[in-house]
Structure formats: C-alpha cells, structure tokens
C-alpha cells in the first residue's frame, strides 16, 4: 500500500496538539499494515462524501481518505479533524 498525503491533510495534522499528532501517526502505522483492523473503525461515508472513507485516531479524531487504486493500492488522506469539524 502506498499512502499519500493532500496538502490540506498536512496542514490541518500541523495545526493538533502533539499528543494528538502522536495518536494519527501510530493509528496510520496501523492502517498501512491492517487498513481494517477493528481500531480503526473503518467505513464508507455517504452521501456528497461517499467518495471518502472514514478512520478513527481515538478520541474524537477522524481521518478521511479516498482510493486512488482500488484495493488500497494507493490511498490519499484528504482531511483531519474532529466529528464536527469534518461533517
């Protein structure tokens, strides 16, 4: 799997505390590895974001990605946020 990065997602980790930006970085050694494993809470969002997926770094943390080759191939982290920031 190779995973890239939108600028927006950069900016938006940049901007968490640090014990948050430690959380992201461990949860995405996770999904590398175990895209579905049951941490992570895996799951297609609907509606105008039905292109996205969405993951859990705990708490109130969510990672939305896309695929841009099916299977996982490669994937592409678009934004991070809390629930509210996000939806």
């Given at each position: 799997?190779?995973?890239?990065?939108?600028?927006?997602?950069?900016k938006?980790?940049?901007?968490?505390?640090?014990?948050?930006?430690?959380?992201?970085?461990?949860?995405?050694?996770?999904?590398?590895?175990?895209?579905?494993?049951?941490?992570?809470?895996?799951?297609?969002?609907?509606?105008?974001l039905?292109?996205?997926?969405?993951?859990?770094?705990?708490?109130?943390?969510?990672?939305?990605?896309?695929?841009?080759?099916?299977?996982?191939?490669?994937?592409?982290?678009?934004?991070?946020?809390s629930?509210?920031?996000?939806?």
């Amino acid at each position: 799997m190779k995973i890239e990065y939108h600028r927006n997602f950069t900016k938006q980790f940049e901007k968490l505390q640090r014990n948050e930006q430690v959380r992201v970085i461990e949860v995405l050694k996770l999904f590398a590895n175990e895209p579905f494993a049951e941490k992570l809470r895996n799951h297609q969002l609907k509606a105008k974001l039905s292109k996205f997926r969405s993951i859990s770094a705990g708490g109130d943390i969510r990672l939305h990605y896309y695929e841009k080759e099916p299977n996982h191939v490669i994937v592409v982290f678009v934004a991070i946020g809390s629930h509210s920031e996000l939806y």
